[in-house]
């Protein structure tokens, strides 16, 4: 079995458990409230943020085959933080002065820890399974949603041909990178493979119920 498809069947007890999260049927049905999108985009637009900087510090660490498809992952990026900033108008949602959450927060001190101090194949671990639990999370909201929804255009971003492609690279490359690496490291990048899908559900999780620090309350989270 591939590395990949073996560490999905590994987890796929949470990976269920994100597709089934309440956030992604309420957005599908429609009956999601306005408070809890907004909630959920202005934590996602600082996670995209975030991305960039793990990607960029990727690309000194790629072997070259890598560097292109790396490269170009930054302006979409960035194409995708202009997604957030024409829906959030739209829905008149304001983006700025947002602190990340507790979960975001350790989510991506995760990701840049990784990309600064684990390998290459163990960062590029971390990296397909948060694009791989977007495309399969927004895949459930599409099998329902309403086209006309204001959300609809982030359903596209992340179950577009387009990305559906860059997620099968990044899992043949994985698979690849898995084959190379010693038992050791293959059974880090597991570890790292578990991490990052249990992040994805928190992330929901988070998005679902307003994400305060834990201990604080309103103003001061
Ligand atoms: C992604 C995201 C997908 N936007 N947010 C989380 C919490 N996980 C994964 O990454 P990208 O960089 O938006 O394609």
């Excluded at 510090?57 to 560097?67: E, I, S, Y």
């Excluded at 829905?91 to 990309?115: C, D, I, M, R, W």
């Excluded at 999370?137 to 860059?166: C, H, M, Q, Y």
Aim: proline share 3%; with cysteine; hydrophobic share 50%.
């Amino acid at each position: 079995m591939s590395f990949c498809a073996d560490q999905l069947a590994r987890v796929a007890a949470i990976w269920e458990r994100m597709l089934n999260h309440r956030f992604l049927s309420e957005t599908r049905d429609g009956t999601i409230a306005h408070q809890v999108f907004a909630n959920w985009m202005r934590q996602d637009y600082l996670f995209v943020e975030a991305a960039i900087p793990f990607i960029a510090v990727l690309v000194p660490k790629a072997p070259r085959a890598h560097r292109v498809a790396l490269g170009k992952a930054i302006p979409t990026l960035e194409k995708e933080l202009e997604l957030f900033r024409e829906r959030a108008e739209a829905a008149g949602v304001t983006l700025e002065n947002v602190k990340p959450s507790f979960t975001n927060h350790a989510y991506v001190q995760f990701l840049l820890a990784s990309a600064y101090s684990r390998s290459y194949a163990e960062a590029f671990t971390v990296l397909y399974v948060a694009e791989k639990a977007y495309y399969d999370s927004w895949l459930v909201v599409r099998a329902g949603i309403d086209k006309g929804s204001i959300w609809f255009p982030f359903v596209e971003n992340w179950t577009s041909d387009a990305f559906r492609g860059w997620v099968e690279f990044l899992q043949a490359e994985l698979d690849g990178l898995a084959d190379a690496v010693g038992a050791a490291e293959r059974e880090r990048m597991g570890e790292l493979f578990e991490l990052t899908a249990k992040y994805e559900l928190a992330f929901w999780e988070m998005a679902a119920g307003g994400g305060g620090w834990p201990g604080l309350t309103g103003e001061m989270s």
